[in-house]
């Protein structure tokens, strides 16, 4: 069963910075990309960056460019959001996805695996 478990969200300062985590299983799981999403209370998922899983190919949304970061770990099913100069409207739930289209979408629906979320909250 394909697993996507996100953690590392947690109640930080404003600007302050946060990494999060995503562990991808199993390994036998090979998807084209694996990104980021996050979803503020009353508001839709958006898209924040993605990585290919076999190639230095990223993309980011203009909305967090220059301040989120996105890597994959030494093994190819860790996923890691360096997030830095946090604001409060940079509170939400950050979900960890996947996806075996072969090419990397900022629409929700090109994503096909996703995880349960990782709350994160910036206080003012």
């Known amino acids: 069963q394909i697993q996507l478990v996100e953690s590392g969200g947690r109640l930080v300062q404003t600007g302050g910075s946060l990494t999060l985590s995503c562990t991808i299983s199993?390994?036998?799981?090979?998807?084209?990309?694996m990104g980021w999403f996050r979803q503020a209370p009353g508001k839709e998922r958006e898209f924040l960056a993605a990585v290919a899983r076999d190639s230095d190919r990223t993309v980011y949304s203009d909305l967090i460019k220059g301040q989120f970061t996105i890597y994959r770990g030494n093994a190819k099913n860790e996923l890691y959001l360096r997030m830095d100069t946090l604001q409060p409207e940079d509170t939400a739930d950050y979900y960890c996805a996947a996806t075996t289209i072969l090419d990397i979408v900022k629409e929700r629906a090109g994503w096909n695996f996703w995880g349960r979320g990782t709350r994160v909250t910036v206080s003012s």
């Open positions: 199993p390994l036998a799981f090979k998807p084209y990309a």
